[in-house]
């Protein structure tokens, strides 16, 4: 399980994704907020403290905390699935009306599922790959600058 520390790195991470990229996945004029959805309420509780009182594009930031085995993603922006949480991945996979979200996990082949991003530990720090491709074809396009700080994840056909 993760520490708080290390939720509130990973929330970090998250902001910053989402305040350098840009897409049909978040349009402020059509939203109050931007939404980082999960269904871990640890995760939650520390990114709602970490990330208080920020906003992207002039919204503010919330955390929702998703439950049920059918939840409503509808005004979700980014989705973290953590590693507690893959079971549920296989289940989100399978929905084909989700809408457009940015998607990121902390579990082994999250990315070859079809995640975006995802983080994983190096010598007790927290690092991320990405998937630009995956990215693309949701209609998000990140920073190049923001790339460059992670793996790039190559799919094989």
């Known amino acids: 399980m993760a520490n708080s520390r290390e939720d509130a790195i990973k929330s970090g ?3 910053n ?3 350098y990229s840009q897409g049909k996945w ?3 004029s059509e939203q109050k907020s931007y939404n980082i959805c999960s269904f871990n ?3 939650i509780v520390t990114a709602t403290k970490t990330l208080k009182a ?3 594009e002039n919204r ?3 955390l929702v905390l998703l439950t049920g085995d059918k939840p409503d993603m509808i005004n979700c922006n980014t989705l973290f699935i953590s590693k507690a949480d893959a079971d549920t991945w296989h289940t989100i996979l399978k929905n084909e009306a989700m809408p457009p979200l940015m998607l990121v996990g902390d579990f082994d082949r999250f990315l070859a599922t079809g995640g975006h991003i995802n983080f994983f530990i190096i010598s007790g720090k927290v690092r991320f790959e990405v998937s630009p491709s995956r990215l ?3 209609g998000i396009k990140m920073s190049s600058k923001v790339l460059r700080l992670g793996r790039v994840f190559e799919e094989t056909e």
């Open 13 to 15: 991470f998250i902001y």
């Open 17 to 19: 994704f989402a305040r």
């Open 26 to 28: 978040f349009n402020a």
């Open 41 to 43: 309420n640890e995760f």
């Open 54 to 56: 920020l906003s992207i």
């Open 60 to 62: 503010p930031v919330e």
């Open 136 to 138: 693309r074809k949701s």
